[in-house]
């Protein structure tokens, strides 16, 4: 995630830093081959879960690294999400024509090869669709969306990327309106994103049929300050209207949809995690249910989300707590997809160096995070029917299904619960995971 217009809306922004040197030229790469893929797994029912690989993956490392995270991915098969430039990928078509998808190629078959659910994202744009230089790639320019007289190109290299990996099947269009804002109207330029959005779809749709595209990405955020006329209203504050009306237009003028996609943070843009980081979380519930609405029942895909303030300090327990909490709000309310933003990052030799992550960036050694998203997986698909289990401690959160439960103590403090007919102790920030009595 990059920083953008979102900030306006007070939407939490994360730098990527691409993996070529800021400037550089391309050199052309030769004629290349397409990968051969292996075909993803097939499953009862869709994941769910899953991952957005970044400018710090485990492809890039190599060794024991790549190992071991291929390893701890493929465990339980779920989502991968690859965008073809940027966080991770160079310029895929330096020049009009002239293709270059070495780093797609390395990233895609690294995703072929943990057994993932593989999905791409169509951002962004060489920079000679947006008016730089044919044959160079300023990184500093990677927010700009193409111009409307590339639309048509930018359609065409959609086309040819589809085309290229026949096994990914769902394809997200842009990246939270990135470069598409109306600076004299102060909103989101959702005339001219829709437009591009349209001939991506028929390019899609060309190439396969069963291809299944969504849109719009826009990055939605939420303030405490109730607006005039605001929609979606909560205890954790109300949605950012212009955000909505950018969605509404999308959902009105779009050529046709697979899905619907969004982002967003849970926390406001005035006071962070607004009036607690768990109470702030049914911001994605809510919201979730207005998009189900709206749009006539499309599948609800969160491209991206996140819990924390800017700058935040929390211990591994608390973050690992509110991300799961997160994770059973996505559930209740219906979300077909949520993709997790891998934050990884390189190492600095410490193990604690890389909050959230989900394999150590040196060892490879799986992080706490990594085993919620697992979890998630194997136990709460799509199509898993979802029992009431109530908890004796209102602090303490349940989601459940027929054979397995997680809990999760959303207090700095040990407390203990009655679950299911029994009894838990449960140490601060605490996720707990309980076979079912009887299962």
Known sequence: MIVTAALVVGIIAYAAKPDVPRGQSMTMAPTQAAP?????????????????????????????????????????????????????AGNPEPA??????????????????????????????????????SGRTDW?????????????????????????YPTVKHFMVWNELKGFWNTPQNRWDIEGYTE?????????????????????????????????????????????QRDLEAV???????????????????????????????????????LTKWLQEKSGNLPVW??????????????????????????MEFATSGVTTSLFWNPQRKSTGDDQACPGCLWHPTTGVEMPMAGILSGFTKWFPLGVTLETVASSNARVRVLAQERQLVMVNTTNAATTTVVDGRQFQLKPYEVRWSERTGA
């Open 248 to 286: 509404r237009y999308w959902i009105d003028n779009k050529k046709g949809a697979d899905f619907i996609v969004v982002d967003g943070a849970s926390v406001t843009k005035e006071a962070g995690a607004f009036p607690d980081e768990f109470t702030a979380l049914g911001k994605f519930g809510a």
């Open 302 to 327: 969160w491209a991206e989300w996140y819990v924390e303030p800017n700058n935040s300090d929390w211990p591994e327990d608390r973050r690992i707590a509110v991300h799961t909490a997160a994770l």
């Open 96 to 133: 009009p024509g002239q293709n270059d998808f070495r780093d797609l190629d390395r990233r895609i078959r690294f995703m072929s090869g943990s057994q993932s659910i593989p999905i791409i994202t169509l951002c962004c744009a060489p920079d000679w669709m947006k008016g730089g230089s």
């Open 196 to 240: 591009l959005y349209n001939k991506v779809y028929d390019a899609l749709k060309a190439v396969d049929k069963d291809i299944k595209i969504g849109g719009p990405y826009v990055s939605v955020g939420s303030t405490t300050v109730p607006e005039r006329g605001a929609e979606i209203q909560g205890p954790w504050g109300s949605i950012v």
């Open 140 to 164: 500093t320019q990677l927010e700009t969306a193409p111009r409307r007289e590339h639309f048509d190109d930018y359609a065409k290299l959609a086309a040819t990327v589809a085309r290229r």
């Open 36 to 88: 051969v893929l292996e075909a993803p797994p097939v499953l009862q029912e869709w994941p769910r879960w899953g991952i957005t690989h970044t400018e710090f993956s485990a492809d890039n490392e190599g060794g024991e690294v790549t190992e071991a995270a291929s390893h701890m991915l493929s465990r339980v098969p779920m989502l991968q999400n690859q965008h073809i430039m940027g966080w991770g």
